[in-house]
């Protein structure tokens, strides 16, 4: 049975796509249509997960990843029709951002891919952090100094592993090597350059300034591309397809909601979350607390990453005995007794960007439950979407949507009540599953079918801020700064 979103192979419009998102829990992978409608049973997921450690380790394997990738190329090409290799025009890729992988002369892993959370490298940030003006590279390369980005992560494997150091021949992404394994090529999308933290939002060049400061050359990072390449592979339904530089998830997931302008505002919940508005150019000025991305030779893309939100959520229902009934938890009045609580179980990136912050409970009693702790959990996490937008809005007084994508959105559309009267606007869910993976293919389709008009986004309940409960998180929201501000910031 298919949804509204689903079109059967024969009825779906040519040419086809097959778009890849490689997440922070899965690799997923499906056919599209040249509408951007996903295609009826030629869909495929294969789930995984980072490898952690309480030093700040955040780790995946490259050639597991690349495998995966296989398997699902493998399960969607295959249908048992030969036409599939004349419709099938394009194959496109994203990843989750700010990954890092060292390779030798050959290709060859090095080592792990380090995913976004990783935060070892927090000794390399305070060193960079005292060498150069944060606030002059933010406004070159629109990103701060932090774990997450390559500067400190190079100084700190010139440290820790010198010798493998000195045999890169390479930095990769995690999309890079993969397609590299796959067509013989690193292909990297401008916005996977950007959000190395090294390119220039302005020129598209590699920062000379950051590159000296990480030990770094030029030499060694794939050029941005936007363009695609046409290479044989073992699939033979592939055959005609042009192959699209790999991009990043952020980018993808805004095109997939529909934010395609300055007048909406993705609210992105998987594992990780964001606010991201796409701009015509550079923001400027930049305000510090954000980022603003080069995603092509015109756009940008303007917000702030949170680490944990999905992760948390997760982590809540895999450490405490909720009740049977969390929606409820989720639709009840707020509480003054709820505990406050600050949510950076692996770091905080915007706006205070402190790769070493960990999670705080705060008015935790006897009488606190498993569920007061869920809804305390929940609502810190729509108070770090408020941090964010508190910068944002200024630099983006176009905004007139806040539209809310992704699996926690999905799966517990009552948090959306929550977020709505956090950030005091109305919040308006898209329930397209897979709004990233989408946003791949829509992106290779403005290259391959240009004219072919797009299916609609699918789209659910508006939730509107409720101003009997405006006073409570003013409140809550002064209580969260204090706090952070005493045990994360000093």
């Known amino acids: 049975m298919t949804s509204t979103d689903d079109v059967a192979l024969d009825a779906a419009l040519d040419p086809l796509v097959v778009a890849l998102d490689i997440g922070s829990t899965a690799t997923r992978g499906g056919v599209h249509d040249a509408a951007g409608r996903r295609v009826h049973g030629l869909q495929h997921k294969v789930p995984h997960a980072f490898t952690v450690a309480p030093d700040g380790t955040s780790v995946i394997d490259p050639d597991g990843v690349t495998a995966e990738v296989e398997q699902v190329l493998d399960a969607v090409t295959v249908t048992g029709d030969p036409r599939l290799a004349t419709r099938i025009a394009g194959v496109a890729m994203d990843t989750f951002a700010a990954s890092l992988i060292a390779v030798d002369a050959a290709g060859r892993a090095l080592t792990p891919c380090l995913t976004y959370a990783d935060s070892r490298s927090a000794d390399a940030v305070t060193a960079l952090r005292e060498e150069l003006d944060e606030h002059a590279v933010q406004q070159r390369t629109g990103t701060r100094l932090h774990t997450s980005y390559h500067a400190p992560r190079l100084r700190w494997l010139a440290h820790t592993q010198p010798r493998v150091f000195a045999a890169a021949a390479g930095w990769w992404s995690l999309g890079e090597y993969v397609l590299a394994r796959l067509v013989g090529q690193p292909l990297a999308g401008t916005s996977t350059v950007a959000w190395t933290g090294l390119l220039d939002r302005r020129t598209g060049e590699l920062d000379a300034g950051l590159l000296d400061a990480a030990h770094a050359v030029p030499e060694h990072f794939s050029p941005p591309r936007d363009t695609p390449l046409t290479e044989r592979t073992r699939w033979p339904a592939l055959a005609r397809a042009a192959w699209f530089p790999v991009i990043t998830d952020g980018f993808a997931s805004n095109l997939g909601s529909g934010a395609t302008d300055a007048t909406v505002l993705t609210a992105a919940t998987a594992t990780s979350g964001a606010l991201r508005v796409l701009l015509d150019g550079p923001a400027d000025p930049l305000p510090f607390g954000l980022w603003n991305y080069r995603v092509d030779a015109r756009r940008t893309l303007l917000g702030g990453a949170?680490?944990?939100?999905?992760?948390?959520?997760?982590?809540?229902?895999?450490?405490?005995?909720?009740?049977?009934?969390?929606?409820?938890?989720?639709?009840?009045?707020?509480?003054?007794?709820?505990?406050?609580?600050?949510?950076?179980?692996?770091?905080?990136?915007?706006?205070?960007?402190?790769?070493?912050?960990?999670?705080?409970?705060?008015?935790?009693?006897?009488?606190?439950?498993?569920?007061?702790?869920?809804?305390?959990?929940?609502?810190?996490?729509?108070?770090?979407?408020?941090?964010?937008?508190?910068?944002?809005?200024?630099?983006?007084?176009?905004?007139?949507?806040?539209?809310?994508?992704?699996?926690?959105?999905?799966?517990?559309?009552?948090?959306?009540?929550?977020?709505?009267?956090?950030?005091?606007?109305?919040?308006?869910?898209?329930?397209?599953?897979?709004?990233?993976?989408?946003?791949?293919?829509?992106?290779?389709?403005?290259?391959?079918?240009?004219?072919?008009?797009?299916?609609?986004?699918?789209?659910?309940?508006?939730?509107?801020?409720?101003?009997?409960?405006?006073?409570?998180?003013?409140?809550?929201?002064?209580?969260?700064?204090?706090?952070?501000?005493?045990?994360?910031?000093?």
């Open 306 to 490: 949170i680490n944990d939100v999905g992760r948390a959520v997760s982590w809540a229902q895999s450490t405490l005995r909720l009740g049977p009934e969390p929606a409820a938890v989720l639709s009840a009045p707020p509480s003054g007794a709820t505990p406050l609580v600050l949510p950076y179980l692996t770091g905080e990136r915007a706006p205070g960007w402190v790769g070493g912050a960990r999670a705080v409970f705060g008015g935790v009693s006897a009488a606190t439950d498993a569920d007061a702790l869920f809804r305390g959990i929940v609502e810190g996490v729509a108070m770090t979407y408020a941090r964010v937008a508190d910068e944002l809005y200024p630099a983006a007084p176009g905004i007139v949507q806040v539209a809310a994508a992704g699996r926690v959105s999905n799966d517990r559309p009552e948090w959306l009540q929550v977020l709505a009267d956090v950030l005091g606007r109305p919040v308006t869910h898209v329930t397209r599953r897979r709004a990233t993976q989408r946003g791949t293919a829509l992106l290779a389709l403005d290259t391959l079918a240009p004219d072919v008009p797009r299916a609609a986004r699918a789209t659910g309940r508006t939730y509107e801020p409720r101003p009997a409960h405006a006073d409570h998180y003013a409140e809550r929201r002064a209580r969260f700064a204090g706090m952070y501000d005493a045990l994360v910031r000093g």
